[in-house]
């Protein structure tokens, strides 16, 4: 028998980014606000303090900050036809745990997605004709417009204090910043980094092309910076220590450097750490939730925790386990094309091509997770879909991250991964390399999504969730484009040779080499009840009182890393429910 | 002979006579300074703010204890001393305690059986009090801080400072008038200034710390009047900086930095650490803005060589194109070696390798984040223990309603032998033109044995 705790006006499960932002959007409203995490807790000292978390072997290898298999992980398979075994090593991506979440240990690479991404379809079928559009292919609208939520961009980007340079102010084109971004309400609260010589190279060669480069917006801060919370960022001091570390300088935007100080002087909130959510709790009609069940790991003991409004802030793929667990909502059948938890899983096609100088150094020592000069001459607003035989597009960086010395020795392909030949290209070659990535979008597809494992059953008897997924020929096309793009560009910068590492024909979905945490998809938002989970404030269509915030709404991948589009999401989500919902609780749509 | 024993007899009698009058001649009260009508209420909150403007909390609230309840120790030159439960519970508390005995506590220095308080208890400020503050207080305390059952521990002084009738001579030399009457006329002439020297003597009860002490350990001075008036002191090893010398804070910050400083916990250049941390987050965020205004304008109003410039000499970084360009551009002796970082001594190889990453080359760190280090009072400061405590155990900003983030540096204990915290410190002593004399390893080690006082 479960415990019951006293009723709160608002349960938030998960304090990373959007659970921080709601609980402290909410907590304004005066609601009595518990978050849940079930990590632990985590601040910038001790956690992340100088000199223990620049530690590459405890937290870059071992996954110090990471959610561990063994608690919970989910299975994997690349076809319908396929048997899903448990992802028992973190490889691909790598969802964290514990209060922040993946945001204290992102690199900070913060994008809005431009304004046809919003309403893919419609702009594919309007501006290419619907027959483009190839056979499996489940791409959606996402029910929402930039406009609509240009003013909540703004406001996270202000709250996280990203520094970069504006390119198109109100629709005025900003010399010097991205000409193809959406049209901005205002400039980047802080100005753009300043850049290493891999990007300057990079950017002089993008410019000799005709091309458009600019700085690309960073969640690292350039100067200290003071955000609407009264919270603050220290600048940054090129470390490398962002993907995979927490900032040791208060530097890198996370929910702990931008939100919980605030939020913990509120009385009316409170969290608490290893309390791991197992299943919201449906009303008797099945129109609203009754709360959440979680549990507790120091009483070990489950506990029923009531509350008005069940905020679900999870990571992605949490958040559409927790709804299939749940039995929130119709699960998707791949077989039919019929309901809607789990759909439209996608991820994100990524490549790159690596320059090697003999006379060049480049300090890769130097860099910030989210450092570079970037193009997004090949994104998707640019590109003619129906000539270049696919939909999509890319944004294209350089910019060193890390030189950290056990990942970041890259060294000419046919080098052996050890020994004396190793010891000798690396005395040879380290520091004499940079690269040019591609960062693109992936579609969605029929066959891709999300289900409950029949097998596997995680420590709480649970079934595991099942991520069934593979690359298909639409995203490789798209993925080589860049490649030839990219390769352009680095011929006319005269390396002593390239090494360029893409998807191609026949590419499988690999689960061992890191590729990005940006899983995404299958708790999808929409216009329509049919064909979505959330309507387009992300409000269940089916429990008014529960929200789902976070990537897992999008029906498709942006070509942009996710974190900029979620917080966005997540401050238009907040604004909808202080002004209509709460005074009313009802189906906004 | 005959004669100088009988003087001595004489002497002795009389002597005796005298100890035993200060000892057992009844403690005369002080009366209010100001009729309030009987009936007379406060306005509403005033009780509350005073109570807060003159840090009650900070001494009598136990770190994560209930408030008012006391037990918090105050490490004195004489010993430890508990502080006592201040919360109106009958038994424990003051609850039994009338208007007269509260302000006899505060303006007389004695307890309701007139028990001489150690001076521990600032009524040396707080003697200066005005009624309506005491009465506004006194109504606060019995009735809306909720009463707490606390037995704290007596407080037990060696021999002689346990024999409080000699705290009675300490009075008679050391207590001026009671009431409060601004001190020069340039400052009773002005209605802020006047209000500001009431915050910064009377309540905020400033001196205590930021006065030095003369011979009896009474604060040398307690107005704008008195040259040694807030121009430093030292509490428990760490200097408490001087507030009106040419090189203090309220002379080189501008007016909205020193606000900043009071009220945030951090400013433009420099943040709290220590006592003065507590001071920030029990008392002085909760200040009015026109109270912070006026105790601004007094302590940059009294100088030792005059008002404060118009134009601050320390400015805020705003280099436009952020925190790298500024650094870039610093040619500063200090700065142009680490950033050469070229046959570099030990102090400057450990300010590197553990301080520059927040700090940067430049010493200066970021406006509100990472206090400048160059010109910082607890660098420069006589008493280098808190520089070495802040080196060995670190340091974290208050939790204000302006700045909420408690911004912590971390503690380099672990990391850094007594040698390396040595040359450390003399290299920020001496850097980026600091011009204070060198750490030893010895004073290193002493403050190493004690990681909690004033770590708060």
């Given at each position: 028998?479960?415990?019951?705790?006293?009723?709160?006006d608002?349960?938030?499960?998960?304090?990373?980014?959007?659970?921080?932002?709601?609980?402290?959007?909410?907590?304004?409203?005066?609601?009595?606000?518990?978050?849940?995490?079930?990590?632990?807790?985590?601040?910038?000292?001790?956690?992340?303090?100088?000199?223990?978390i620049?530690?590459?072997?405890?937290?870059?290898?071992?996954?110090?900050?990471?959610?561990?298999?063994?608690k919970?992980?989910?299975t994997?398979?690349?076809?319908?036809?396929?048997?899903?075994?448990?992802?028992?090593?973190?490889?691909?991506?790598?969802?964290?745990?514990?209060?922040?979440?993946?945001?204290?240990?992102?690199?900070?690479?913060?994008?809005?997605?431009?304004?046809?991404?919003?309403?893919?379809r419609?702009?594919?079928?309007?501006?290419?004709?619907?027959?483009?559009?190839?056979?499996?292919?489940?791409?959606?609208?996402?029910?929402?417009t930039?406009?609509?939520?240009?003013?909540?961009f703004?406001?996270?980007?202000?709250?996280?204090?990203?520094?970069?340079?504006?390119?198109?102010?109100?629709?005025?084109?900003?010399?010097g910043?991205?000409?193809?971004?959406?049209?901005?309400?205002?400039?980047?609260?802080?100005?753009?980094?300043?850049h290493?010589?891999?990007?300057?190279l990079?950017?002089?060669?993008?410019?000799?092309?005709?091309l458009?480069?600019?700085?690309?917006?960073?969640?690292n801060?350039?100067?200290?910076?003071?955000?609407?919370?009264g919270?603050?960022l220290?600048?940054?001091?090129?470390?490398?220590?962002?993907?995979?570390f927490?900032?040791?300088n208060?530097?890198?935007?996370?929910?702990?450097?931008?939100?919980?100080?605030?939020?913990?002087?509120?009385?009316n909130?409170?969290?608490?750490?290893?309390?791991?959510?197992?299943?919201?709790?449906?009303?008797?009609?099945?129109?609203?939730?009754?709360?959440?069940?979680y549990?507790?790991?120091?009483?070990?003991?489950?506990?029923?925790?009531?509350?008005?409004?069940?905020?679900?802030?999870?990571y992605?793929?949490?958040?559409?386990?927790l709804?299939?667990?749940?039995?929130?909502?119709?699960?998707?059948?791949?077989?039919?094309?019929?309901?809607?938890?789990?759909?439209?899983?996608?991820?994100?096609?990524?490549?790159?091509?690596?320059?090697?100088?003999?006379?060049?150094?480049?300090?890769?020592?130097?860099?910030?997770?989210?450092?570079?000069?970037?193009?997004?001459?090949?994104?998707?607003?640019?590109?003619?879909?129906?000539?270049?035989g696919?939909?999509?597009?890319?944004?294209?960086?350089?910019?060193?991250?890390?030189?950290?010395?056990?990942?970041?020795?890259?060294?000419?392909?046919?080098?052996?991964?050890?020994?004396?030949?190793?010891?000798?290209?690396?005395?040879?070659?380290?520091?004499?390399?940079?690269a040019?990535?591609?960062?693109?979008?992936?579609?969605?597809?029929?066959?891709?999504?999300?289900?409950?494992?029949?097998?596997y059953?995680?420590?709480?008897?649970?079934?595991?969730?099942?991520?069934?997924?593979?690359?298909?020929?639409?995203?490789?096309?798209?993925?080589?484009?860049?490649?030839a793009r990219?390769?352009?560009?680095?011929?006319?910068?005269?390396?002593?040779?390239?090494?360029?590492?893409?998807?191609?024909?026949?590419?499988?979905?690999?689960?061992?080499?890191?590729?990005?945490?940006?899983?995404?998809?299958?708790?999808?938002?929409?216009?329509?009840?049919?064909?979505?989970?959330?309507?387009?404030?992300?409000?269940h269509?089916?429990?008014?009182?529960?929200?789902?915030?976070?990537?897992?709404?999008?029906?498709?991948?942006?070509?942009?890393?996710p974190?900029?589009?979620?917080?966005?999401?997540?401050?238009?989500?907040?604004?909808?429910?202080?002004?209509?919902?709460?005074?009313?609780?009802?189906?906004?749509? | 002979?005959?004669?100088?024993?009988?003087?001595?007899?004489?002497?002795?009698?009389?002597?005796?006579?005298?100890?035993?009058?200060?000892?057992?001649?009844?403690?005369?009260?002080?009366?209010?300074?100001?009729k309030?009508a009987?009936?007379?209420?406060?306005?509403?909150?005033?009780?509350?703010?005073?109570?807060r403007?003159a840090?009650?909390?900070?001494?009598?609230?136990?770190?994560?204890?209930?408030?008012?309840?006391?037990?918090?120790?105050?490490?004195?030159?004489?010993?430890?001393?508990?502080?006592?439960?201040?919360?109106?519970?009958?038994?424990?508390?003051?609850?039994?305690?009338?208007?007269a005995?509260?302000?006899?506590?505060?303006?007389?220095?004695?307890?309701?059986?007139?028990?001489?308080?150690?001076?521990?208890?600032?009524?040396?400020?707080?003697?200066?009090?005005?009624?309506?503050?005491?009465?506004?207080?006194?109504?606060?305390?019995?009735?809306?801080?909720?009463?707490v059952?606390n037995?704290?521990?007596?407080t037990?002084l060696?021999?002689?400072?346990?024999?409080?009738?000699?705290?009675?001579?300490?009075?008679?030399?050391?207590?001026?008038?009671?009431?409060f009457?601004?001190?020069?006329?340039?400052?009773?002439?002005?209605?802020?200034?006047?209000?500001?020297?009431y915050?910064?003597?009377?309540?905020?009860?400033?001196?205590?710390?930021?006065?030095?002490?003369?011979?009896?350990?009474?604060?040398?001075?307690?107005?704008?009047?008195?040259?040694?008036?807030?121009?430093?002191?030292?509490?428990?090893?760490?200097?408490?900086?001087?507030?009106?010398?040419?090189?203090?804070?309220?002379?080189?910050w501008?007016?909205?930095?020193?606000?900043?400083?009071?009220?945030?916990?951090?400013?433009?250049?420099?943040?709290?650490?220590?006592?003065?941390?507590?001071?920030?987050?029990?008392?002085?965020?909760?200040?009015?803005?026109?109270?912070?205004?006026?105790?601004?304008?007094?302590?940059?109003?009294?100088?030792?060589?005059?008002?404060?410039?118009?134009?601050?000499?320390?400015?805020?970084?705003?280099?436009?194109?952020g925190?790298?360009?500024?650094?870039?551009?610093?040619?500063?002796?200090?700065?142009?070696?680490?950033?050469?970082?070229?046959?570099?001594?030990?102090?400057e190889?450990?300010?590197?390798?553990?301080?520059?990453?927040?700090?940067?080359?430049?010493?200066?760190?970021?406006?509100?984040v990472?206090?400048s280090?160059?010109?910082?009072?607890a660098?420069?400061?006589?008493?280098?223990?808190?520089?070495?405590?802040?080196?060995?155990y670190?340091?974290?900003?208050?939790s204000?309603?302006?700045?909420?983030m408690?911004?912590?540096?971390?503690?380099?204990?672990?990391?850094?032998s007594?040698?390396?915290?040595?040359?450390?410190?003399?290299?920020?002593?001496?850097?980026?033109?600091?011009?204070?004399?060198?750490?030893?390893?010895?004073?290193?080690?002493?403050?190493?044995k004690?990681?909690?006082?004033?770590?708060?």
């Amino acid at each position: 028998m479960a415990r019951q705790d006293p009723r709160k006006d608002v349960v938030v499960i998960g304090l990373g980014w959007t659970g921080a932002i709601m609980s402290m959007e909410l907590a304004q409203e005066g609601l009595e606000v518990l978050a849940l995490e079930r990590g632990d807790d985590r601040d910038t000292v001790p956690d992340f303090q100088y000199p223990n978390i620049i530690d590459e072997l405890k937290y870059g290898i071992r996954y110090g900050l990471m959610q561990k298999p063994r608690k919970s992980t989910l299975t994997i398979r690349h076809g319908l036809d396929d048997t899903a075994l448990p992802y028992r090593h973190l490889g691909s991506f790598l969802p964290g745990d514990g209060v922040g979440g993946a945001g204290a240990h992102w690199n900070g690479q913060n994008w809005r997605p431009q304004e046809p991404e919003y309403r893919l379809r419609s702009y594919v079928e309007e501006t290419f004709g619907a027959d483009i559009i190839p056979e499996g292919m489940t791409i959606q609208d996402w029910g929402v417009t930039y406009e609509e939520l240009e003013p909540y961009f703004d406001q996270f980007e202000k709250v996280a204090g990203i520094s970069g340079k504006a390119g198109n102010l109100n629709g005025e084109i900003v010399e010097g910043g991205n000409p193809f971004e959406a049209p901005r309400s205002s400039d980047y609260p802080m100005p753009p980094l300043p850049h290493t010589y891999d990007a300057d190279l990079f950017s002089k060669a993008a410019k000799a092309k005709g091309l458009h480069p600019f700085p690309r917006p960073s969640a690292n801060a350039s100067e200290a910076y003071t955000n609407p919370y009264g919270m603050q960022l220290g600048p940054c001091n090129f470390c490398g220590f962002c993907e995979r570390f927490g900032c040791l300088n208060y530097s890198k935007s996370s929910p702990q450097v931008c939100i919980l100080d605030a939020l913990k002087r509120k009385p009316n909130f409170s969290y608490k750490t290893n309390s791991e959510v197992l299943k919201i709790e449906k009303a008797e009609d099945g129109k609203t939730v009754t709360g959440v069940t979680y549990f507790d790991e120091k009483a070990n003991e489950e506990v029923f925790q009531p509350a008005d409004l069940v905020l679900l802030c999870a990571y992605s793929l949490h958040n559409v386990h927790l709804l299939l667990l749940s039995g929130i909502g119709q699960p998707y059948d791949p077989a039919t094309g019929e309901g809607v938890v789990g759909k439209n899983y996608a991820y994100q096609m990524t490549g790159g091509t690596r320059l090697y100088f003999k006379d060049k150094q480049f300090n890769p020592f130097i860099g910030t997770g989210s450092n570079g000069i970037s193009i997004d001459d090949y994104s998707i607003s640019q590109i003619d879909f129906a000539k270049e035989g696919f939909i999509g597009g890319s944004y294209i960086t350089a910019g060193q991250t890390n030189g950290r010395p056990i990942q970041s020795m890259p060294l000419p392909p046919g080098t052996p991964k050890w020994g004396k030949a190793w010891k000798e290209a690396a005395g040879e070659w380290y520091g004499r390399s940079m690269a040019i990535g591609s960062h693109g979008s992936n579609m969605s597809y029929r066959d891709c999504y999300l289900d409950l494992d029949p097998t596997y059953t995680d420590r709480h008897g649970r079934p595991l969730m099942r991520m069934t997924f593979n690359w298909k020929e639409n995203d490789i096309r798209m993925t080589q484009f860049m490649k030839a793009r990219i390769e352009e560009i680095a011929e006319t910068m005269n390396p002593d040779m390239i090494a360029s590492g893409y998807k191609k024909d026949g590419s499988q979905y690999d689960v061992r080499p890191y590729q990005s945490t940006h899983n995404v998809g299958g708790a999808i938002m929409g216009a329509e009840r049919k064909t979505s989970v959330l309507n387009k404030y992300l409000q269940h269509w089916d429990c008014h009182n529960l929200f789902v915030m976070g990537a897992s709404a999008y029906p498709q991948n942006i070509q942009y890393n996710p974190t900029g589009a979620l917080g966005g999401l997540a401050y238009w989500s907040a604004a909808a429910i202080r002004k209509d919902y709460l005074a009313n609780p009802r189906p906004l749509v | 002979m005959k004669t100088l024993v009988r003087i001595v007899a004489v002497l002795i009698v009389i002597g005796l006579a005298a100890l035993a009058a200060i000892i057992f001649v009844p403690v005369q009260r002080t009366g209010p300074t100001e009729k309030l009508a009987a009936d007379w209420q406060a306005p509403a909150g005033l009780g509350k703010y005073d109570a807060r403007m003159a840090d009650c909390a900070a001494c009598h609230t136990e770190p994560g204890g209930k408030p008012f309840a006391g037990g918090r120790t105050i490490a004195s030159p004489m010993g430890d001393i508990y502080t006592p439960n201040i919360t109106p519970d009958k038994e424990t508390g003051i609850g039994t305690w009338s208007l007269a005995d509260f302000r006899a506590a505060l303006v007389d220095g004695v307890d309701d059986e007139d028990h001489h308080l150690y001076p521990a208890m600032p009524y040396e400020n707080y003697r200066h009090m005005s009624e309506t503050d005491i009465r506004a207080m006194y109504d606060y305390f019995m009735h809306d801080v909720e009463p707490v059952k606390n037995q704290v521990a007596e407080t037990e002084l060696p021999f002689p400072f346990n024999q409080r009738w000699g705290i009675r001579l300490w009075n008679w030399v050391t207590l001026g008038n009671p009431g409060f009457k601004p001190a020069s006329t340039k400052v009773a002439n002005d209605e802020q200034l006047s209000r500001g020297a009431y915050l910064v003597q009377v309540l905020g009860h400033c001196g205590s710390c930021h006065t030095p002490r003369n011979l009896t350990m009474a604060q040398a001075g307690t107005n704008e009047t008195d040259a040694k008036f807030l121009t430093g002191g030292e509490i428990g090893g760490w200097s408490a900086p001087d507030l009106r010398g040419p090189k203090s804070a309220p002379q080189q910050w501008s007016a909205d930095e020193l606000k900043m400083y009071l009220t945030a916990g951090r400013n433009a250049h420099s943040a709290v650490a220590g006592e003065m941390k507590l001071a920030v987050e029990e008392s002085l965020q909760y200040m009015s803005d026109e109270d912070a205004n006026a105790m601004v304008a007094y302590l940059r109003a009294i100088g030792t060589n005059g008002p404060a410039p118009a134009e601050a000499p320390m400015k805020r970084d705003e280099t436009p194109a952020g925190t790298v360009a500024r650094i870039d551009a610093a040619d500063d002796p200090t700065t142009t070696k680490l950033k050469k970082a070229v046959d570099l001594t030990d102090g400057e190889r450990l300010y590197v390798d553990n301080c520059g990453a927040c700090h940067f080359a430049d010493g200066r760190g970021a406006p509100e984040v990472f206090p400048s280090l160059k010109g910082n009072a607890a660098v420069v400061a006589k008493e280098t223990g808190g520089l070495i405590h802040t080196i060995l155990y670190g340091a974290e900003m208050p939790s204000t309603s302006k700045r909420p983030m408690k911004l912590r540096m971390p503690g380099f204990a672990q990391r850094l032998s007594d040698d390396d915290v040595a040359k450390l410190a003399t290299f920020l002593r001496g850097a980026w033109g600091n011009g204070a004399g060198p750490v030893t390893a010895d004073q290193v080690a002493k403050e190493r044995k004690t990681p909690t006082e004033a770590s708060h």
